[in-house]
């Protein structure tokens, strides 16, 4: 049974990614600070259980579950969902690759917060369907469903420039 990470060692392996698991649902730097901030206060004060065999995913689900009370806290859930996600790509020099990244962010914004939030964990963030299912609280079935029509939306709304980028 693995011993728990230390606060410092969990801080610096996953910080990163929780901070951009908060940004895809406050779509704001400093709430997401705030969200990232606020998690480990708590895991300071609670002694982190031995034996987490996918420390990542416990970290996930702690976040996840922190965001959806943010987001009722606030009452923002809507203009969550209809906002668009944050700048998730690099600025690029190349014109071609600046609109692909503007594309793609436009068309992550039209997905429903559920689907855009279950592509950010597989796509981004590597998670297998199982991971996903039990980070956001919702059967494995649920999650793969909302990957596969998240993926449909993407390539629909991705195809006109594909169609024009692909090279005849």
């Known amino acids: ?3 728990a990470p230390t ?3 969990l801080y610096d392996a996953h910080a990163a990614g929780l901070f951009h698991y908060f940004n895809s649902f406050t779509g704001g730097e400093a709430d997401a600070k705030d969200l990232l901030q606020e998690m480990f206060i708590k895991l300071a004060r609670r002694s982190i ?3 987490i065999a996918n420390m990542r995913a416990w970290l996930l689900r702690l976040a996840h579950h922190q965001a959806i009370d943010w987001l009722r806290k ?3 859930r809507r203009r969550a969902e209809e ?3 944050p700048e998730m790509f690099a600025a690029h020099d190349d014109p071609d690759q600046a609109e692909l990244a503007k594309r793609l962010t436009t068309a992550l914004a ?5 689907q855009r939030s279950v592509a950010q964990l597989k796509l981004w963030d ?3 369907f199982e991971e996903i299912a039990e980070v956001q609280g919702i059967p494995l079935n ?3 469903s909302r990957y596969r029509y998240a993926l449909e939306k993407l390539r629909s709304e991705l195809r006109p420039l594909y169609d024009e980028l692909k090279p005849s």
Request: no cysteine; net charge negative; proline share 19%.
């Open 126 to 128: 590597g998670l297998t």
């Open 49 to 51: 259980p031995d034996g």
């Open 1 to 3: 049974m693995p011993a």
């Open 142 to 144: 649920t999650a793969a």
């Open 110 to 114: 039209l997905l429903p917060l559920e």
């Open 7 to 9: 606060l410092p060692e």
């Open 83 to 85: 906002a668009a996600p």
């Open 74 to 76: 606030h009452q923002v």
